[in-house]
């Protein structure tokens, strides 16, 4: 579909606000929301940096410390991978495993206010109708301006085979 990314992101910013736990990470984006593979999750979330922000090496450390501490809440996904425990899964994270909601940084940061939650979705209907009217402006352009010159050119071919066979 043509604008399923916009589903797929007010449904990831969604669950950024609301979610138990603040920090969203790539696999269970892909896995959660159906995506082809995490390199499309990842590029949907840089496209839209007012709302999300990538992991930095000292708030991973942060997270590494928070789920080593709390186990419990470190996501099923990534336990138990070939017989890992959850301590290894942990310490395996990298900054490239997740990304944060621009206002839920740190491990302990309660679910979003509605206010944010709203200004988000707010934020990407006012993007997917942009590129809605966008496409319609490229339409129109071709309506107005390739296909008034096609039909001159064609008219001018005509006229030109009416002077040379037409006698």
């Known amino acids: 579909m043509k604008y399923e990314r916009w589903s797929k992101l007010l449904a990831i ?52 410390r928070y789920y080593t501490n709390h186990p419990e809440k470190f996501q099923a996904i990534f336990q138990n991978i070939e017989g890992e425990d959850v301590n290894e899964a942990i ?6 495993s997740a990304f944060t909601s ?32 966008s496409k319609e402006e490229r339409f129109r352009s071709w309506a107005y301006i390739i296909v008034p010159a096609i039909a001159l050119v064609g008219s001018a071919v005509l006229s030109v085979f009416a002077v040379l066979y037409g006698k």
């Open 13 to 64: 910013w969604v669950k950024a606000c609301n979610d138990q736990r603040p920090i969203m990470f790539y696999k269970s984006c892909k896995e959660n929301f159906n995506f082809k593979n995490e390199e499309k999750v990842r590029e949907l979330i840089k496209k839209n940096r007012e709302l999300f922000r990538p992991l930095s090496a000292e708030t991973l450390t942060e997270y590494q």
């Open 102 to 133: 621009q206002y839920r940084i740190k491990p302990d940061k309660p679910k979003s206010k509605n206010e944010i939650l709203e200004f988000g979705i707010e934020l990407i209907m006012k993007k997917w109708e942009l590129e809605v009217k």
């Open 91 to 96: 310490d395996r994270l990298t900054t490239n």
